[in-house]
């Protein structure tokens, strides 16, 4: 028999993140929707929680050599296409993720997750700094809610328009673009901004009634690296990955007593 060809490899993108034991955030989160968007998802582990539609009962940071290793066996034989950051945990860690992402020239999307959607910190209080020094220097783009706008630069947001203020503050802080993610405004649209500085780019989609939104950072971040990985512009990416984010919202399922996550396969489920 003739031998099969062998299939293309897909765009590669790598999430350095904790994992989620429940499935719906972190790392499961981000390779689920890698998947959806066709590409290549990889992991590097940088804390484990113990976690469910509760919250979050406990977590563990891995040691700053296991992180490192595992950065090295992906990039070094593999390669990205594009990286996604999530939870680091600790100060030393965002160092170190900062330093190595220092020297990859694909485009980074940090997403910085301070405390998860039932309140629950992930990410020591020490550990600011060295995300506003360390990690946002190196990002193509940055993905804060509000509470993490406030956190990282003091900055409160209260209505549509004090997202520029907030994107203003973040991008002081070294990243190329800022999204601000206006999800946690009380009326109106789900509103974010994307801007550099100069260009403005708003980005609505109907504010849904669903409470199952356990992921939706992770998701959304995913979805714009999983964008930028397949040849996107920065503002395409994040349109198309606002558009895939607002779906998986929608289709959000119960699971467990609490809250449950968004749905990686709704389109899929759609068909």
Request: some cysteine.
């Given at each position: 028999?003739?031998?099969?060809?062998?299939?293309?490899?897909?765009?590669?993108?790598?999430?350095?993140?904790?994992?989620?034991?429940?499935?719906?955030?972190?790392?499961?989160?981000?390779?689920?929707?890698?998947l959806a968007l066709g590409t290549h998802g990889?992991?590097?582990?940088?804390?484990?929680?113990?976690?469910?539609?509760?919250?979050?009962?406990?977590?563990?940071?891995?040691?700053?050599?296991?992180?490192?290793?595992?950065?090295?066996?992906?990039?070094?034989?593999?390669?990205?296409?594009?990286?996604?950051?999530?939870?680091?945990?600790?100060?030393?860690?965002?160092?170190?993720?900062?330093?190595?992402?220092?020297?990859?020239?694909?485009?980074?999307?940090?997403?910085?997750?301070?405390?998860?959607?039932?309140?629950?910190?992930?990410?020591?209080?020490?550990?600011?700094?060295?995300?506003?020094?360390?990690?946002?220097?190196?990002?193509?783009?940055?993905?804060?809610?509000?509470?993490?706008?406030?956190?990282?630069?003091?900055?409160?947001?209260?209505?549509?328009?004090?997202?520029?203020?907030?994107?203003?503050?973040?991008?002081?802080?070294?990243?190329?673009?800022?999204?601000?993610?206006?999800?946690?405004?009380?009326?109106?649209?789900?509103?974010?901004?994307?801007?550099?500085?100069?260009?403005?780019?708003?980005?609505?989609?109907?504010?849904?009634?669903?409470?199952?939104?356990?992921?939706?950072?992770?998701?959304l971040a995913s979805a714009l690296a999983a964008?930028?990985?397949?040849?996107?512009?920065?503002?395409?990416?994040?349109?198309?990955?606002?558009?895939?984010?607002?779906?998986?919202?929608a289709a959000g399922f119960r699971l467990g007593?609490?809250?449950?996550?968004?749905?990686?396969?709704?389109?899929?489920?759609?068909?």
């Amino acid at each position: 028999m003739p031998a099969q060809p062998i299939a293309a490899t897909p765009p590669r993108v790598l999430t350095v993140a904790g994992s989620d034991s429940g499935g719906g955030a972190g790392i499961q989160a981000d390779l689920k929707t890698m998947l959806a968007l066709g590409t290549h998802g990889m992991s590097v582990v940088a804390a484990v929680t113990a976690q469910n539609s509760l919250g979050v009962q406990g977590y563990w940071e891995l040691p700053a050599e296991a992180v490192a290793a595992q950065f090295r066996s992906v990039v070094d034989d593999i390669g990205v296409q594009a990286v996604k950051t999530g939870m680091l945990a600790s100060a030393e860690l965002v160092a170190l993720v900062g330093e190595l992402l220092a020297e990859v020239e694909a485009p980074v999307v940090v997403d910085p997750v301070g405390v998860s959607k039932h309140g629950d910190s992930l990410l020591a209080a020490d550990a600011l700094d060295a995300v506003r020094e360390r990690l946002l220097p190196v990002a193509t783009v940055v993905t804060p809610n509000l509470d993490e706008v406030a956190q990282l630069t003091g900055v409160h947001v209260e209505s549509e328009e004090g997202l520029r203020e907030a994107a203003e503050a973040v991008l002081a802080h070294g990243p190329t673009w800022a999204l601000i993610k206006g999800g946690h405004l009380a009326e109106g649209d789900a509103v974010d901004l994307l801007t550099d500085g100069r260009a403005e780019y708003w980005l609505r989609a109907p504010r849904r009634s669903n409470r199952h939104t356990h992921g939706t950072g992770c998701t959304l971040a995913s979805a714009l690296a999983a964008r930028l990985a397949n040849g996107d512009a920065v503002p395409e990416a994040a349109a198309a990955a606002k558009e895939y984010t607002a779906g998986a919202i929608a289709a959000g399922f119960r699971l467990g007593a609490g809250i449950g996550p968004v749905d990686h396969g709704w389109r899929l489920r759609g068909e």
